[in-house]
């Protein structure tokens, strides 16, 4: 599986930005999907995901409210909408898959066998 995010940039405070992030390759219905976010000196944490073919989807604190995680399976593509965006916020955002993780894992970075080169989020304040 190969991933590709794409879409972020540079907004100001208060902005929106909308993550893309399209599979390729032996992909399916089966997969989690976890969008992560990581800035200067800090450990990658995870921002919003879903978990298998489930239609729940899974936010940090952080970001409840703001963010909008969705998906196309027939663009094979996952979206991360981000609003009222905060200069806390500034990261580079990765997206992330797996086959065979837990629900209990779907938070872990370590868990996930596929990841997309990232996107860097700037916002000012």
């Known amino acids: 599986v190969q991933l590709q995010a794409s879409g972020g940039g540079m907004v100001q405070a208060g902005g929106s930005l909308r993550l893309s992030c399209v599979a390729s390759g032996r992909t399916g219905n089966g997969y989690t999907v976890g969008w992560f976010r990581q800035a200067p000196g800090k450990e990658r944490e995870y921002v919003a995901g879903?978990?298998?073919?489930?239609?729940?989807?899974y936010y940090a604190d952080s970001v409840k409210g703001r963010f909008t995680i969705s998906r196309d399976r027939a663009k094979n593509t996952v979206y991360l909408q981000m609003n009222s965006l905060k200069p806390e916020d500034t990261a580079i955002y990765y997206c992330a898959a797996d086959e065979s993780l837990i629900l209990s894992s779907r938070t872990t970075p370590d868990a996930y066998d596929y990841w997309g080169l990232g996107t860097l989020v700037t916002v000012s304040s």
């Open positions: 879903f978990f298998r073919s489930h239609d729940r989807t």
